[in-house]
């Protein structure tokens, strides 16, 4: 989970280096991209070839999508956004025939529920005992 943090940190800062980053990054993460790119992932095909076409109608003439930067950046954040739900990388340079942006790109599969599970946040609750866990309660209900 904490690289789930970091590739969608980074992703914020690689769109403040792109001309038109910040729009662009905000369209990948909204739920439109979100679930067309899912479903490459549910067809195994790399899942920038399911949102070229979206991407080239939205921003054509507002960012080069043709440049290689602008490129790098859309297929790291397709990555950190898919991590954040779950999927992680399979395959990379899958060829992409007919895209009007991409050549290539990387497949995912869905994540091990058990690497989920891998965050401090859980580990802590899972040493507790009962009377701590009671009081964990207490304090999350008045946090609330």
């Known amino acids: 989970m904490r690289e789930t943090n970091a590739l969608i940190r980074k992703a914020r800062r690689g769109a403040k280096s792109i001309v038109g980053g910040e729009p662009l ?13 899912e479903e490459g992932v549910a067809k195994s095909l ?23 930067p602008v490129k790098q950046f859309i297929g790291s954040a397709v990555r950190a956004i898919l991590s ?9 340079g899958v060829r992409i025939k007919k895209d009007p942006i ?3 790109g990387s497949t995912y599969v869905k994540t091990d529920s058990a690497e989920e599970d891998d965050d401090i946040l859980s ?8 009377d701590e866990l009671q009081r964990l309660q207490a304090l999350v209900k008045a946090a609330l």
């Open 46 to 68: 790399p899942p920038v070839s399911m949102i070229s076409e979206l991407l080239v109608e939205q921003f054509e003439g507002k960012v080069d999508l043709e440049s290689n």
């Open 102 to 104: 991409f050549r290539s």
């Open 123 to 130: 580990r802590f609750v899972a040493m507790l005992n009962v």
């Open 84 to 92: 954040d739900v779950g999927y992680e990388v399979d395959e990379t």
């Open 25 to 37: 990054l905000a369209a990948l993460t909204s739920s439109r991209y979100i679930q067309l790119m």
